[in-house]
Every structure is written in structure tokens, then in C-alpha cells.
């Protein structure tokens, strides 16, 4: 998966994000953690529109490059954080897999499905993405 870095500026209910390594991709929302999944929206649109055009999106950039880029270190010394932003594209097909857990977890998300009224795969699709956007 790749994971771009992002430069989070602004004040209290209002933030902007930019993505320095993909030219005009930018979000924002308040709090940080809103601009933030925004600006994962943003790299998965700006990726959707690269592919639909039949370009290649630019690859992310290392810590390094983006530390000495002189516009993100006079971003950085302004006062913005930054921040790495994972892109997650659907392939937009099913797979199978097999999954080792423990058996009690399983029996909780299956009981979880069911309060939800999905299946176990429908509640782990929609659960993954959320754990993998949150950083957490």
C-alpha cells in the first residue's frame, strides 16, 4: 500500500491538508483527524482520475526527499505538521482468504455481524478500512 506524505496546517476548526508528492491534491476538515481520512479521500480520487487518464501516479516520496524539499521544510517551519496518508485503492473484485483468529474474536464479530445484520465478511470489509484509515 502506498503511503504519501501530508502537511497539516491551520488553526482550531479549520485545517488544510496538502500532499506535497501529488500536484493539486489538497483537503481539509476540522479536526485534524477529519482532515485527515478527508485527505485520504483526496489521494484516492486524484489516483481514480491518474488511472481513469491512463498516467501513472507519482510514486510517494521518502521521508528524506521531503525533509530537504525547501517548500515543506519552510511548511514544517511555519508551523505545519506532517503526516503520512496511506492510499487504498478497491480492486473492485471479492477475494478469498483464510483467516487464523482466535475463536472467541470470531464469535464477538459474529455477533457484531449479526446485531448489523451482516455477514461476517460484509463487517470485516467494512471494519478493516476504518482501522486502516484511522492509524490506529
Known amino acids: 500500500m502506498a503511503r504519501y506524505a501530508a502537511l497539516i496546517d491551520g488553526e482550531n476548526g479549520a485545517y488544510g491538508v496538502t500532499v506535497p508528492g501529488l500536484l493539486g491534491c ?3 476538515g476540522s479536526p485534524t483527524d477529519a482532515a485527515l481520512r478527508n485527505a485520504m479521500e483526496a489521494i484516492r480520487l486524484r489516483a481514480d482520475d ?3 487518464a ?8 521518502s521521508a528524506e526527499t521531503l525533509r530537504v524539499d525547501p517548500e515543506v521544510a519552510r511548511a514544517v517551519a511555519e508551523g505545519a505538521a506532517r ?10 473484485r471479492p477475494a478469498k ?22 455477514t461476517r465478511s460484509a463487517f470485516l470489509a467494512r471494519a ?6 484511522s492509524g490506529s
Do not use: C, Q, W
Not at 491512463?54 to 510517494?60: C, D, F, H, K, N
Not at 503526516?83 to 473492485?92: F, T
Not at 483464510?98 to 459474529?110: F, K, P
Open 97 to 118: 482468504t483464510n483467516l487464523s483468529i482466535d475463536a472467541g474474536l470470531l464469535a464477538a464479530i459474529d455477533e457484531a455481524a449479526a446485531a448489523r445484520g451482516l
Open 26 to 28: 489538497a483537503s481539509g
Open 54 to 61: 491512463g498516467e501513472e501516479l507519482p510514486a510517494p516520496r
Open 83 to 92: 503526516a503520512i496518508v496511506p492510499l487504498r485503492l478497491d480492486a473492485g
Open 128 to 133: 478493516a478500512p476504518e482501522k486502516i484509515e
Open 50 to 52: 491518474a488511472i481513469a
